[in-house]
């Protein structure tokens, strides 16, 4: 048997010195790929050789032929950069991150004119590379240009001179742990000069056999105005009814800006004072406070997730202080608002649902800070200056502050004091973690002059806080107060200044607890159970309040239930404001699809209203579009019920309309949400916007189909929203080009931007609009021009696409008619070329040139 000839791998050979070369063809590889697809860029060549000696740089292009004929790839392998020599501000990335912008120097090397950045070790750790990882390790004072890829085994160096972009591509194991997640704060935007409007509409209509007809509507507004660092906002109401007059009612107005030296806000008109150790005080004045998310890797702040049921299409108001804070049409059965913001860190919030019918049923769910604990070396702080700014006749002024310290890895220090012309309160306290979850305590002594009697007293609070993996547990908070009969909170003492005899009660001891528990394991397939507690009692006041909800939630095959059980109880006034309300929904599928229809029932029984029963079906009549209907009965002679709902989600906003009926009265309502954003490139309508968001601006591609990946459509002005951002983290804004069609090419497809608090940042993203052909080029005598020629635009030099084989090449031109430029290793051509309009439904158009 003869011996099959043994095939060597192929390796390249670098000026003969193959010890010199790994076998890799991966540049070569991607050059030909590039041609093949007609897309290549002539700057792609520097990149794909980075790596090898640009002294010894040589291919062997011989074995690529096209038409018979050796291919000409020098348009590919021998670009190199497009700058000069010099210093150039740059965007830098690593990893696909933007890590920062500065001037970097670009330095010539060799005597075949390559470019390359200079790379210190300062700027390396800058960029979040740990220096000793890397063997040996590097000076930090060292000024010497650093070859990334020969430090770091698969790193690697890429400049896009077209974007002045920067990207480094370094292993994970080289990165200091400490820098993920952190951001340069050169980076954060202060954003553009704009202003905005967030609205939520409700109007309600009934009419009872019992009484007159009723009517009313509430307006509420989120104003926000932003002017380089500083950004004005304003939280307000209007409300009217046919039983009153139109009411217009401001929650707060006030300034706010960063403060980068003690990465903290100064806040300046009507707010709240920070509660980490204090009851939060609505004040007018000065702020200064810390802000957590300016560090890396912070936690955000916490915010209360409110669960309820609702018997029928319902409208839940949720208070604090008697402000509105949220206001929605919610349909029948359990209900869940993770968007709520109260203004304060704490004070109870107040859910209210209305029924349909005008029932009411009102709990209360405590909302509190989570137990002290910070990261060692970490500092929170809050001060303010002031003059209370509440309901009652006095307005005393406050000078208040607190420290929080991370005093070691287990434990916080903190402290604090209140002081005003007749009331000072000073607290301190520590946090620990304990196996058994996150642990505080603080007391606060307080001393109070009011009515010309002075109190003196104290309060001690214990906060919990712990998730446990193994039983899926989770404490979200769980808190106790108690306080002495002469303690009083700044709140209790201004209600003493005002007091006209009649005693407000005053806490004596207090109970606060949220907790929810999987069953049955991470898969749950035993359901979920959720617990609220709040209980209260009084100094000067017989009895106690209480408000209890718990609720069970599972599914048995395609069948959904859920149990639940609220009771709001208050001795003190005779029990005129006890309720207790049993409720069980079940919902199905009807259909195997995603978006089936689901048919659902609700039975529930209310101590003040009877017992209610509702069954009906909702889905989708379109994917922007849902509808519910429903029809019962409820119990205490209001007889058969039924109504109607539907909601459509706009680009520019909610809108929503409910109708019901029943034996003794019939009500209507309608709710629109949205916003309206003002800015120098015009103005645009879209939906809520967040404290912080996003302008994405596209240029040269008016006409085109572009919509925000979140499906915002680009207004007649260029413009979009994207509604939602985070602050100082970086956010990738990305413009959704599936329906972009085949005439228009974006520069970019990403953009990362990095927006301050509250800051309207602005991405641009550039197109061209144009018409795609493929050219089948061929020179004088009629054969195909040589594989790899670069076809280039005659009048602005710019490339436009490169051969293939067959001498065909795929460009964008952006007007009807002009001269390409065809260059190749041995001879260069002039083609002539005039497109006809396109037709409608083709992508692209083919025509054959012959050069000149």
């Given at each position: 048997m003869?011996?099959?000839?043994?095939?060597?791998?192929?390796?390249?050979?670098?000026?003969?010195?193959?010890?010199?070369?790994?076998?890799?063809?991966t540049p070569l590889y991607l050059a030909l790929c590039l041609a093949m697809f007609n897309s290549a860029r002539a700057a792609e060549g520097e990149t794909l050789v980075a790596r090898a000696d640009p002294t010894l740089l040589a291919f062997n292009t011989g074995f690529l032929q096209g038409e018979g004929r050796p291919?000409?790839?020098?348009?590919?392998?021998?670009?190199?950069?497009?700058?000069?020599?010099?210093?150039?501000?740059?965007?830098?990335?690593?990893?696909?991150?933007?890590?920062?912008?500065?001037?970097?120097?670009?330095?010539?090397?060799?005597?075949?004119?390559?470019v390359r950045p200079c790379l210190t070790a300062q700027m390396l750790q800058d960029f979040g590379v740990n220096l000793t990882a890397i063997t040996p390790p590097l000076d930090i004072n060292s000024q010497a240009c650093l070859d990334l890829p020969q430090l770091m085994d698969q790193a690697a160096v890429d400049f896009d001179s077209g974007r002045l972009q920067l990207n480094l591509s370094i292993p994970q194991a080289f990165l200091s742990r400490a820098a993920r997640g952190y951001v340069d704060p050169a980076l954060w935007d202060e954003g553009v000069t704009a202003g905005y409007v967030n609205y939520q509409f409700s109007g309600n209509y009934g009419h009872s056999r019992f009484g007159s007809d009723s009517s009313s509507y509430y307006v509420g507004l989120q104003n926000g105005v932003n002017i380089g660092r500083w950004r004005l906002r304003n939280e307000s109401a209007l409300t009217g009814s046919n039983s009153g007059q139109t009411r217009f009612k401001s929650n707060r107005t006030l300034v706010q800006r960063d403060v980068d030296a003690i990465k903290g806000q100064l806040t300046l008109g009507e707010?709240?004072?920070?509660?980490?150790?204090?009851?939060?005080?609505?004040?007018?004045?000065?702020?200064?406070?810390?802000?957590?998310?300016?560090?890396?890797?912070?936690?955000?702040?916490?915010a209360p997730v409110i669960r309820g049921q609702a018997a029928t299409n319902a409208v839940v108001e949720v208070r604090q202080s008697g402000y509105v804070l949220y206001r929605a049409n919610v349909p029948p059965g359990p209900f869940q608002l993770t968007d709520i913001f109260p203004s304060g860190s704490n004070g109870d919030l107040e859910i209210t649902v209305i029924e349909a019918d005008g029932r009411k049923h009102v709990t209360h769910q405590a909302f509190s800070s989570l137990p002290l604990m910070l990261r060692k070396g970490r500092l929170k702080y809050s001060f303010v200056a002031g003059k209370y700014d509440g309901d009652q006749n006095a307005s005393p002024n406050l000078v208040s502050g607190s420290l929080v310290y991370g005093l070691t890895d287990n434990s916080t220090v903190a402290g604090g004091f209140q002081a005003s012309r007749d009331f000072q309160a000073a607290n301190v306290g520590v946090g620990t973690n304990t196996p058994v979850g996150a642990l505080s305590v603080d007391i606060t002594q307080s001393s109070s002059r009011a009515q010309g009697k002075r109190d003196t007293g104290q309060s001690v609070r214990i906060l919990y806080a712990k998730t446990f993996t193994r039983t899926n547990t989770n404490f979200t908070l769980a808190a106790y107060r108690y306080s002495t009969s002469g303690y009083r909170t700044f709140n209790d003492h201004v209600n003493d200044l005002g007091s006209t005899g009649v005693l407000s009660g005053r806490s004596r001891s207090r109970i606060d607890l949220t907790t929810s528990q999987d069953?049955?394991?991470?898969?749950?397939?035993?359901?979920?159970?959720?617990?609220?507690?709040?209980?209260?009692?009084?100094?000067?006041?017989?009895?106690?309040?209480?408000?209890?909800?718990?609720?069970?939630?599972n599914n048995w095959k395609q069948l959904s239930y859920n149990l639940s059980l609220s009771q709001t109880k208050d001795t003190r006034f005779g029990g005129s404001g006890n309720n207790t309300q049993v409720m069980l929904t079940m919902s199905i599928p009807l259909g195997g699809k995603l978006r089936s229809p689901r048919a659902y029932t609700n039975v529930s029984n209310d101590s003040n209203g009877g017992t209610n029963i509702q069954s009906g079906v909702s889905g989708y009549v379109s994917d922007n579009t849902s509808y519910a209907m429903q029809a019962g009965y409820t119990s205490r002679g209001r007889g058969a019920t039924g109504g109607a709902s539907l909601t459509h989600d706009a680009?520019?906003?909610?809108?929503?309309?409910?109708?019901?009926?029943?034996?003794?009265?019939?009500?209507?309502?309608?709710?629109?949400?949205g916003a309206v954003v003002v800015h120098r490139g015009g103005v645009n309508v879209s939906r809520t916007v967040g404290d912080t968001f996003a302008l994405m601006k596209m240029e040269g591609v008016k006409g085109a189909d572009v919509r925000t990946d979140g499906g915002t459509p680009v207004g007649r002005n260029g413009y979009a929203v994207v509604t939602y951002a985070q602050p100082y983290r970086l956010n990738a804004l990305r413009p959704d080009t599936h329906n972009l069609g085949a005439d228009v090419e974006l520069e970019d497809t990403i953009k990362?931007?990095?927006?301050?608090?509250?800051?309207?940042?602005?991405?641009?993203?550039?197109?061209y609009s144009g018409q795609r052909v493929q050219f089948t080029l061929e020179q004088a005598g009629g054969k195909p021009v040589p594989f790899g020629a670069s076809v280039e635009d005659a009048?602005?030099?710019?490339?436009?696409?490169?051969?293939?084989?067959?001498?065909?090449?795929?460009?964008?031109?952006?007007?009807?008619?002009?001269?390409?430029?065809?260059?190749?290793?041995?001879?260069?051509?002039?083609?002539?070329?005039?497109?006809?309009?396109?037709e409608a439904g083709r992508n692209y158009q083919r025509q054959t040139l012959r050069c000149r």
């Open positions: 003869s011996k099959r000839p043994t095939t060597k791998p192929f390796s390249k050979k670098i000026d003969g010195n193959a010890a010199a070369a790994r076998p890799r063809a291919a000409d790839l020098s348009a590919v392998l021998s670009s190199g950069n497009s700058v000069p020599p010099g210093t150039y501000r740059v965007e830098v990335q690593v990893n696909g991150n933007l890590v920062g912008r500065r001037d970097v120097d670009f330095h010539q090397e060799g005597g075949n004119g390559k707010q709240y004072s920070d509660a980490t150790l204090f009851d939060s005080v609505r004040f007018r004045g000065v702020q200064v406070t810390s802000d957590d998310a300016m560090l890396p890797d912070s936690e955000r702040g916490y069953l049955g394991g991470v898969e749950r397939k035993y359901g979920s159970v959720y617990l609220n507690v709040s209980q209260q009692t009084y100094w000067n006041q017989p009895g106690s309040s209480r408000s209890v909800s718990v609720g069970y939630g680009d520019a906003g909610q809108l929503s309309v409910n109708v019901n009926v029943g034996r003794d009265y019939q009500s209507t309502s309608v709710g629109a949400t990362q931007v990095v927006p301050r608090r509250g800051a309207i940042v602005q991405a641009t993203f550039k197109g009048q602005t030099g710019k490339q436009l696409g490169i051969a293939d084989p067959s001498g065909k090449a795929f460009v964008l031109l952006n007007q009807e008619q002009g001269t390409l430029a065809v260059k190749w290793k041995e001879g260069q051509c002039q083609a002539p070329y005039a497109v006809p309009k396109a």
